[in-house]
C-alpha cells in the first residue's frame, strides 16, 4: 500500500524518504524532493498531485 503525505501543499505519494543535514526530505513519486512544512500539516483537503496519482493507486480518505 502507497503512503500518501501532505507536502509542497498536495497530496503526494512516497517513495522513499531520506535525511538531508538532520532535515527529513521525502522523495515523491511524481520525482519532487520536499520536505514537509507546518502549513503541510495544518492544510485540510488538499488536493491530490494528479502525477501522483497515475503512477500509483489513488489515496483513501
Do not use: F, K
Not at 38 to 55: E, F, I, K, N, Q
Amino acid at each position: 500500500m502507497t503512503r500518501w503525505v501532505t507536502v509542497a501543499q498536495q497530496r503526494h505519494a512516497v517513495r522513499r524518504t531520506e535525511a538531508a543535514r538532520g532535515i527529513p526530505v521525502i522523495i515523491t513519486m511524481c520525482g519532487y524532493r520536499v520536505w514537509q512544512t507546518t502549513y503541510d500539516t495544518r492544510m485540510t483537503g488538499p488536493t491530490v498531485c494528479l502525477s501522483c496519482a497515475h503512477l500509483t493507486e489513488p489515496p483513501t480518505r
